[in-house]
Structure formats: C-alpha cells, structure tokens
C-alpha cells in the first residue's frame, strides 16, 4: 500500500540574546515538501499557513486586550533550491510565485558546497535569469549607509 506523502509543517522556537537584545525566533519546516509523485498544489498548506498566521495577528491587533500579542506571522522564506538540475523546477517556479505576494522570499543554492566555484556561479546566473523571467520577486537586500567604512560597504555587497 502506498503512503501518500504529505507536507508536515513544524515549529522550532528558539529564544536567542546577543549583546542584550532578546530575540524569539521561530523556524517553520517543511520536510516532505516536493516528495510526492503528484506534487500538484503541494504549496497549499504553506500558504494557508502563511495566511493563517497573518490573520490570527490581524485579530489580536483588532482586539481589545493588545498588551500580549504573539507575532507568529512569517516574515521570511528562505527557500533551498536543489543544485541538481538546470535551474529552477516547475515545482520551484509555482511555489515562489504562489508566495511571493506573501512573504519575503530568499532564494537559497542547496548543497552549493558539492559544485565549483564555476558551477555555482553559472547555476545563480541561471537562477537569477528564471526568476526574472517568471515575474517573481525575491528579497532584496537594503543599500547599506553611506556613512559605513568601505570594508563593510564590500562586504554587503559580496553579501548581495
């Protein structure tokens, strides 16, 4: 018999304190993502997801009693392309542009560290064509401050 698979969304919440500020920082994994053989829609429950949280802050911001707000709501999608292949799947292509009106999307090379430098750079390339081409907006990184030393200034931009 057959098990369908299924994309199971999980929560990791980390509490994380740097040089004083406190930060919750809650991961949402989605492991069976893209491993079925039908992978029609498979998106869907990471989107309603994604909405779902967007709406339960909505209600507590509309409430009454806002003192105790939990922001649960997804603020950032970094999303693991597989470095095997020749660019983007149908699969990758459909999932980002079903998001990419709801969430930041950060595109991410998968196992870059298995390909050359040359490799790596002709499968971003590639990437960076198709997302283009397709119409999907991705994160972009903010210009840093022109106050900033020229070391960080290089380093934002290698970052880019």
């Known amino acids: 018999e057959r098990i369908m ?3 199971e969304i ?11 500020v406190k930060l919750r920082l809650t991961i949402v994994d989605t492991p069976g993502f893209g491993d079925a053989v039908n992978n029609t829609e498979c998106w869907k429950p990471v989107a309603d997801y994604i909405d779902q949280q967007f ?6 911001e509309s ?11 997804v603020h950032c999608c970094i999303y693991f392309i597989s470095p095997f292949g020749h660019g983007l799947r149908p699969l990758d292509v459909e999932f980002m542009r079903a998001l990419h009106q709801r969430v930041n999307i950060v595109p991410v090379l998968a196992k870059a560290d298995t ?10 390339n ?7 081409h397709y119409g999907i907006r991705i994160y972009q990184f903010p210009e840093c401050d022109s106050d900033e ?4 200034k290089l380093q934002d931009q290698a970052l880019k």
């Open 55 to 60: 709406e339960q802050y909505f209600r507590d």
């Open 126 to 132: 590639k990437i960076r064509e198709e997302i283009d």
């Open 10 to 20: 999980t929560k990791h919440v980390v509490d994380i304190e740097e040089k004083g």
């Open 63 to 73: 409430g009454l009693n806002r003192k105790n707000i939990q922001d649960n709501r």
């Open 115 to 124: 390909l050359t430098p040359t490799e790596v750079e002709r499968m971003k």
């Open 5 to 7: 698979q299924t994309v």
């Open 149 to 152: 030393d020229e070391e960080f």
